[in-house]
């Protein structure tokens, strides 16, 4: 059983930046893929960004590429989101989500991953 736990969020102006923080515990992180996705009030989950088990692949979405950047420390079992330009339509509850991988891949659809976190908000104010 994996368990995660985010944090990180808070009120920002656009333009600003945040980090979020995914903490990991139950197994170790680097034998798992990582995701972040998000959901906007009355508005489907989507995917935001994902990491290989080792980091060494990542995959974000268009609407976050260039802004958006995860990383991780598989030695603090810790997972990052750093978002920067923040923008309104960034406004959402943010989730990390793991899933146990034997290979050197990234998946982007919330089908795919087995564990979930509680989500942080993430509010953008213009």
């Known amino acids: 059983q994996v368990q995660l736990v985010e944090s990180g969020g808070g009120l920002v102006q656009a333009g600003g930046s945040l980090r979020l923080s995914c903490a990991t515990s139950?197994?170790?992180?680097?034998?798992?893929?990582m995701g972040w996705f998000r959901q906007a009030p009355e508005k489907e989950r989507e995917f935001v960004a994902a990491?290989?088990?080792?980091?060494?692949?990542?995959y974000y979405a268009e609407s976050v590429k260039g802004r958006f950047t995860i990383s991780r420390d598989n030695a603090k079992n810790t997972v990052y989101l750093q978002m920067n330009s923040l923008k309104v339509e960034d406004t959402a509850v943010y989730y990390c989500?793991?899933?146990?991988?034997?290979?050197?891949?990234?998946?982007?659809?919330?089908?795919?991953?087995?564990?979930w976190g509680q989500g942080t908000q993430v509010t953008v104010s213009s």
């Open positions: 990491s290989s088990r080792s980091g060494g692949l990542t």
């Open positions: 139950g197994r170790p992180l680097s034998l798992q893929a």
């Open positions: 989500a793991a899933r146990f991988v034997i290979t050197e891949k990234v998946f982007s659809t919330a089908a795919e991953y087995t564990y």
